[in-house]
């Protein structure tokens, strides 16, 4: 019997192929949770990170939540934000480097949220 798993471009491998959905913002925690209940074959991952911590803070924060997206668990991730934080959904995806995963972003407010 060969292994099951999932190789990712990275090298690093994988026993499950999961699609994340995750807030780079307390604020958006509501919609991440909204798309949850609407589609409960994703994981969602939100945290109490809200944008009244400063700029000082956002390097723990951007290097816990690129380490989940680039988890080899993995296999795509929808990160959402307000739209005014520190920590946009663009920091965490920077953060999680080219391995191949399906990676994309929303902006609650820039989509008229």
């Known amino acids: 019997m060969g ?3 999932y190789r990712r471009a ?9 699609v994340l959905v995750m807030s780079s913002v307390s604020c958006a925690n509501g919609v ?3 798309i ?3 589609l409960p074959a994703v994981r969602t991952v939100t945290h109490t990170e809200g944008c ?3 700029p000082a803070d956002v390097p723990v924060a951007m290097r816990t ?3 989940i997206a680039g988890h080899p668990n993995v296999a795509a991730v929808l990160v959402v934000g307000l739209g005014c934080e520190f920590l946009t959904p663009e920091l965490v995806v920077g953060g ?3 391995e191949g995963r399906r ?5 609650i407010q820039e989509i008229g949220g």
Do not use: K, M, P, W
């Open 32 to 34: 991440v949770e909204a």
């Open 96 to 98: 999680v480097g080219d």
């Open 52 to 54: 009244g911590r400063g």
């Open 3 to 5: 292994f099951l798993g």
């Open 103 to 107: 990676i994309e972003t929303l902006g």
């Open 36 to 38: 949850g209940r609407e």
């Open 65 to 67: 939540l690129s380490g």
């Open 10 to 18: 990275d090298g690093a491998v994988g026993v499950r192929n999961h």
